[in-house]
T-cell receptor, first 110, second 112 residues
Framework: DAGITQSPRHKVTETGTPVTLRCHQTENHRYMYWYRQDPGHGLRLIHYSYGVKDTDKGEVSDGYSVSRSKTEDFLLTLESATSSQTSVYFC?????????FGPGTRLLVL | QKEVEQNSGPLSVPEGAIASLNCTYSDRGSQSFFWYRQYSGKSPELIMFIYSNGDKEDGRFTAQLNKASQYVSLLIRDSQPSDSATYLCAVNSVNSGYSTLTFGKGTMLLVS
């Protein structure tokens, strides 16, 4: 357990509404990541952060934004949710290059 | 586009047998290689990592790396029903000085 929590764990929302997912860590790790996991696509990197206010895009960043105002929290926002963003979202932290994952958030966009 | 390829399976092995999971990758600059296990409905958990060519053993698990062939494998000895899960191969890449992981789609292992 790398001290990672995600909230909410489950969410159902409607198309066009904004959604924010939170990742919280307790061990002061510098690097944090957001992934989505979909059948047939595996885990894909959305955004990552290498420090407070320092973020960069991953492979599938369109439609997503992130913010990191403090070391322990990394927020993922879907500005206007679409059905294609229905997925399981995982947050991860890294120690050196090894990544450890949070429990995930299941998001359903109707 | 950096790619990591795995056979999706399912790979079915009898209890007590050796399970062999394979992974190939496209980025010749990759230096770190990881195997994760993911049970249905759960998050990926790290099994082991390998940086150098050759074998690395940890209990019933052995990771094998061949950088020249761009090939990574995971052997599970004395397979148990509790090993039934999806196994994810991950390979690092460095972009703008920061390391990220690219994951394969995973191989489902069934032990019965």
């Amino acid at each position: 357990d790398a001290g990672i929590t995600q909230s909410p764990r489950h969410k159902v929302t409607e198309t066009g509404t904004p959604v924010t997912l939170r990742c919280h860590q307790t061990e002061n790790h510098r690097y944090m990541y957001w992934y989505r996991q979909d059948p047939g696509h595996g885990l894909r990197l959305i955004h990552y952060s290498y420090g407070v206010k320092d973020t960069d895009k991953g492979e599938v960043s369109d439609g997503y934004s992130v913010s990191r105002s403090k070391t322990e929290d990394f927020l993922l926002t879907l500005e206007s949710a679409t059905s294609s963003q229905t997925s399981v979202y995982f947050c991860a932290i890294s120690e050196r290059e090894t990544q450890y994952f949070g429990p995930g958030t299941r998001l359903l966009v109707l | 586009q950096k790619e990591v390829e795995q056979n999706s399976g399912p790979l079915s092995v009898p209890e007590g047998a050796i399970a062999s999971l394979n992974c190939t990758y496209s980025d010749r600059g990759s230096q770190s290689f990881f195997w994760y296990r993911q049970y249905s409905g759960k998050s990926p958990e790290l099994i082991m990592f390998i940086y150098s060519n050759g074998d690395k053993e940890d209990g019933r698990f052995t990771a094998q790396l061949n950088k020249a062939s761009q090939y990574v494998s995971l052997l599970i000895r004395d397979s148990q029903p509790s090993d039934s899960a999806t196994y994810l191969c991950a390979v690092n890449s460095v972009n703008s000085g920061y390391s990220t992981l690219t994951f394969g789609k995973g191989t489902m292992l069934l032990v019965s």
